[in-house]
């Protein structure tokens, strides 16, 4: 059982919008933060948006703050990310990160394999 999945990737015109979605599979147990993650050819992964999964209290980096908006739903387990008002520069494989414990005692992280996003000027 693959224990995440993404989906929502694609390509698009600046300007436009595009909403990723990161089902987490029953396995995985206790999760208290979901996140996005993303990198560009040549670039470091950098954090996207996290998301504490109990409280809701979400971070953006300052690139997509104001345009992108993290969210979960506890019940599925799943996170989104939806994404607007989309730059060529956020073009990257975007990633998803779950991490299961509690914020002072990480008991697992576990990443999805990746989603292309693409935006043409």
């Known amino acids: 059982q693959v224990p995440l999945v993404e989906s929502g990737g694609g390509s698009v015109q600046a300007g436009g919008s595009l909403r990723l979605s990161c089902a987490a599979s029953?396995?995985?147990?206790?999760?208290?933060?979901m996140g996005w993650y993303r990198q560009a050819p040549g670039k470091e992964r950098e954090l996207v948006a996290l998301?504490?999964?109990?409280?809701?209290?979400?971070n953006y980096a300052l690139s997509v703050k104001g345009r992108f908006t993290i969210s979960a739903d506890s019940d599925k387990n799943t996170a989104y990310l939806q994404m607007n008002s989309l730059k060529p520069e956020d073009t990257a494989v975007y990633s998803c990160?779950?991490?299961?414990?509690?914020?002072?005692?990480?008991?697992?992280?576990?990443w999805g394999r990746g989603t292309q996003v693409t935006v043409s000027s």
């Open positions: 990160n779950v991490l299961t414990g509690t914020s002072s005692i990480r008991t697992g992280s576990y």
């Open positions: 998301i504490a999964t109990p409280s809701g209290t979400a």
């Open positions: 029953g396995s995985i147990q206790g999760i208290y933060a």
